[in-house]
């Protein structure tokens, strides 16, 4: 009885041995960002990557928002000017 294959195998009766030769290796794993999951579906014999980066946060004029690939968070840098010196008839 020829045996239980995987998708991405190939099962061949070798008359020589009188055994079947199962050959075949399943694709490499796809290389993912952090907040993405590579899963194996058997029925399409292919990697499903799913998930997505987090959405950016709102930021000051005087912030900036950078991913970080290590924490898989966004960082977020900078600090508001210093309030300047006003006079008593000055608003700042």
Avoid: I, K, R
């Avoid at 055994?19 to 290389?31: L, M, N, R, Y």
């Avoid at 899963?39 to 799913?50: G, H, K, L, P, S």
């Avoid at 959405?55 to 290590?70: D, G, I, K, R, V």
């Amino acid at each position: 009885v020829e045996p239980t294959t995987e998708c991405w195998e190939t099962a061949t009766f070798d008359n020589n041995t009188c055994a079947w030769v199962v050959t075949g290796s399943q694709p490499a794993e796809p290389t993912t960002e952090c907040w993405e999951t590579a899963t194996f579906d058997n029925n399409t014999c292919a990697w499903v990557v799913t998930g997505s980066q987090p959405l950016e946060p709102s930021t000051e004029c005087w912030e900036t928002a950078t991913f970080n690939n290590t924490t898989c968070v966004w960082d977020v840098t900078g600090s508001q000017p210093v309030e300047p010196s006003t006079e008593c008839w000055e608003t700042a």
